[in-house]
């Protein structure tokens, strides 16, 4: 990471309630993402790659 601060964005499915809520930072080579709950800890990080193919293969549940 070059120093340069991540920004954050917050799901669309998470609530303002608290519970499950992922967030997510891109960079051009890296898509980042973390648990809201716990911004200080580790986070993911995979190719935009990786995370397309994720996203396809994600249903939505009702």
């Given amino acids: ?3 340069t601060a991540l ?3 917050k799901s669309s499915y998470s609530g303002d309630e608290g519970g499950a809520c992922v967030e997510v930072a891109t ?3 890296t ?3 973390r648990d809201s709950k716990t911004p200080t800890t580790p986070h993911l990080t995979v190719t935009p790659t990786a995370w397309t193919a994720f996203l396809g ?3 939505t549940r009702t």
């Fill in 27 to 29: 960079r051009p080579t």
């Fill in 31 to 33: 898509i980042h993402i």
């Fill in 7 to 9: 920004e954050w964005f």
């Fill in 1 to 3: 990471m070059s120093g």
């Fill in 57 to 59: 293969s994600v249903t």
